[in-house]
């Protein structure tokens, strides 16, 4: 009863965010991790000896004749190797600073007896080609701790540096038979907020920390949500051709049962008895998206507009540009006749609210590929807009040509895009990608509005320039998507 009623009034104090302008480690530093002035301490002939001690029992000559009996078979380090694996440890660190390495020691030992510099340190000053410019205590000034890029301006150090980057070379990123990088244009809003973020998920294949909560977590809840709207949208479109159309909210009622048995017979665990509850909550957002489908399909009748398609998990045609080959997979394509003729809308379901993909490119992006192909005399049919379709909210939003926007839009102002400017937009974002992914440049974004949200500040050092403390309004709606 004491430690309950304590833990109501107890609280866990937050870590102060870092300022990044000193961090201190206690051990080594991480592989990737790199400061403007970088300084190490106790560097004598203590830490780093240079020798390795002979073993007794396999000294050196039993090593190498070990060795020279195994071939390739096996290998034992010998006492030269070691070292050699030593000095590159210790120059590794030396170049954790990018523009100083400020190297300490003390000038003797607990004892009172002086101390010299380590080999290793040595063997650098000896080394013409190493490319550092070594300056001695005799000769050190303040001026030569501070980078010549730093700036005048002192009093935000974490601004000054360039943004963490990463580097691929060329030759290592994987291309297509005809030599170009294979882009998916689903993950295009994930280089538009930052660069380093997709490289860490698209390139890098780097794992994150799950945001899923309890069983039935944001990954499984889409993959349910699509599966079934494209049951639903099946049957819509297949009870219109046998004359006896019912609206999609009805189709969506009379069908979630069956598709749910035929996704538990793919997924055993949806059968679980402790599924039944998110599921009833997924089951309501649908239908409330299902309403907003049937106000879409009952404005376009009323605006003269005929559905003669509508394509289901519609692989887009390639887009390709000098160095990348973009492909992508849309929800839903409505293919309309209109008065001046036939357009097509891209829609994309999100289980998110609606208002977080108003910086989306995506959709945008999907539209300039149908564009292109059609430019380039595939038959295929002209785009007349695009829309997302957010659960959370039961609202849709998009850009459209004037004579399709009436029946998506409705009567509500509510913010959406201009389809051009949209198109346009992804196409620069596009030609962007063309020309860094070349390079194998993914340099971190810290504007961002998802920055702080990320799971991967620790690989580009986020939370070591700004802190890690992140409140609901940091976080971006559409970031979970």
Not at 74 to 91: D, I, N, V
Not at 141 to 163: C, M, Y
Not at 402 to 417: D, M, N, T, V
Not at 438 to 444: C, I, R, S, Y
Request: proline share 5%; hydrophobic share 35%; glycine share 10%.
């Amino acid at each position: 009863d004491y430690l309950a009623d304590w833990a109501k009034g107890a609280g866990t104090a937050l870590p102060q965010p870092q300022s990044g302008v000193v961090v201190l480690y206690d051990s080594p530093p991480p592989v990737l991790e790199c400061h403007r002035i970088w300084i190490m301490t106790d560097v004598d002939r203590t830490r780093f000896s240079g020798t390795a001690p002979e073993q007794p029992l396999l000294g050196s000559e039993v090593r190498e004749g070990v060795n020279r009996e195994a071939g390739d078979a096996s290998h034992l380090p010998t006492a030269h190797e070691k070292r050699e694996q030593s000095e590159a440890l210790f120059r590794r660190l030396l170049a954790v600073g990018d523009a100083v390495t400020l190297i300490v020691r003390s000038a003797s030992d607990s004892g009172g007896r002086p101390q010299g510099d380590p080999p290793f340190l040595s063997s650098l000053l000896q080394d013409e080609d190493s490319g550092w410019t070594i300056i001695g205590p005799a000769e050190m000034g303040a001026e030569d701790l501070i980078p010549h890029d730093a700036g005048q301006d002192s009093t935000r150090v974490q601004d000054r540096g360039a943004p963490r980057s990463a580097r691929v070379a060329p030759e290592w990123t994987r291309r297509d038979a005809e030599g170009r990088i294979p882009v998916s244009a689903g993950n295009i809003d994930d280089w538009r907020s930052c660069p380093f973020l997709y490289w860490c998920r698209h390139v890098a294949d780097i794992g994150t920390p799950s945001d899923e909560s309890g069983l039935f977590g944001r990954v499984l809840q889409g993959d349910v949500m699509h599966s079934v709207w494209q049951d639903v949208w099946s049957r819509y479109a297949a009870s219109g051709d046998s004359g006896e159309r019912r609206t999609i909210h009805a189709t969506l009622l009379a069908g979630w049962d069956s598709s749910l048995s035929r996704l538990s017979a793919r997924n055993p665990s949806l059968g679980d008895p402790r599924f039944a509850a998110p599921m009833a909550g997924l089951r309501s957002v649908m239908l409330n998206a299902a309403l907003l489908q049937d106000g879409v399909e009952a404005r376009a009748a009323e605006a003269g507009l005929v559905r003669v398609d509508t394509r289901l998990e519609y692989s887009l045609p390639r887009y390709s540009l000098a160095n990348t080959s973009f492909s992508g997979r849309a929800d839903r394509v409505d293919v309309w006749s209109t008065p001046s003729g036939i357009s097509a809308v891209i829609v994309d379901y999100k289980l998110g609210a609606s208002g977080g993909y108003l910086d989306s490119v995506q959709l945008a992006s999907y539209a300039a590929m149908m564009r292109s192909a059609r430019e380039e005399g595939a038959e295929d049919v002209p785009v007349g807009g695009f829309c997302y379709i957010g659960h959370a909210d039961s609202r849709l939003r998009g850009g459209w040509s004037p004579e399709l926007e009436y029946a998506y839009r409705g009567s509500g102002r509510a913010k959406g895009f201009d389809l051009e400017d949209a198109v346009e937009r992804a196409v620069g974002v596009m030609n962007e990608m063309d020309a860094a992914l070349a390079a194998g440049e993914f340099p971190a974004r810290y504007d961002s509005k998802s920055c702080r949200a990320c799971a991967y500040q620790s690989a580009c050092r986020r939370s070591a320039r700004f802190g890690s403390a992140v409140g609901e309004e940091d976080s971006d709606d559409g970031a979970a998507e």
